[in-house]
């Protein structure tokens, strides 16, 4: 059974500092993953996806990374900004028409 | 392009009552999910439909929870009777077709509160 965690689990960082967002899952066998954005009151939306013959993507100060071998993704957010202060979930799906499962996210707080 | 419409946005019942929540899918997108998101959890999926038939409904409490897309549109999720720990936010969501599952378009969400 494919389980994705999340670590950490709160994560509070000064404005322009850059960070990593790690996310581990436990069957190698994905089709892709995402990483989502979550703002209190509000829907999912989707940063970034990575389908599973790739290592990387990168969309404006988002970087992910993939190594399905070790079941391991990371998202890095450069310079970052009051405005990225959210949840943020990292997804996997098994095949394209399968279910995706979720972690269960890390809360990401900037200070001004 | 509207996205997909929840609502209500927010609901508190009592333990015991029945709730129903409704969605709207973006126009043209076959397939429809309803997820439950408990606090400090990732969502879980609850039902999947393609069109108005049920894909995938193994981790919904068929015993309280029900949800049906008659016209192949419009979704509804009624609760009945409602438990403490169904507290939760319901996110609705919905993608083209069947073989894009993970190209999904998320609602707003409505926030359950039972008491």
């Known amino acids: 059974k494919q389980e994705v965690t999340q670590i950490p689990a709160a994560l509070s960082v000064p404005e322009g500092e850059n960070l990593v967002l790690n996310c581990s899952f436990t069957d190698s066998a994905i089709y892709n993953l995402q990483w989502f954005r979550q703002d209190p009151g509000k829907g999912l939306t989707s940063l970034l996806l990575i389908q599973s013959s790739q290592r990387e993507q990168t969309s404006g100060r988002l970087n992910a990374s993939l190594d399905k071998s070790s079941g391991r993704s990371t998202l890095y957010i450069a310079a970052s900004q009051p405005g990225d202060s959210a949840t943020y979930l990292c997804?996997?799906?098994?095949?394209?028409?399968?279910?995706?499962?979720f972690g269960k996210g890390t809360r990401l707080h900037i200070l001004p | 392009e509207a996205g997909v419409a929840q609502s209500p946005r927010y609901k508190i019942i009592e333990k015991r009552q029945s709730v129903a929540f409704w969605c709207n899918p973006i126009s043209g997108h076959a397939t429809l999910y309803w997820y439950q998101q408990i606090l400090g959890q990732g969502p879980k999926l609850l039902i999947q439909f393609q069109n108005n038939g049920v894909v995938d409904d193994s981790q919904l409490p068929k015993d309280r929870f029900s949800a049906e897309r008659l016209k192949g549109v419009d979704s509804t999720l009624k609760i009945q009777p409602a438990k403490l720990e169904d507290s939760a936010v319901y996110l609705c969501?919905?993608?083209?077709?069947?073989?894009?599952?993970?190209?999904?378009?998320f609602g707003p969400g409505t926030r359950l509160t039972v008491t």
């Open positions: 969501a919905s993608s083209l077709a069947p073989n894009r599952v993970y190209e999904q378009y």
């Open positions: 997804a996997v799906s098994p095949r394209r028409d399968d279910k995706i499962i």
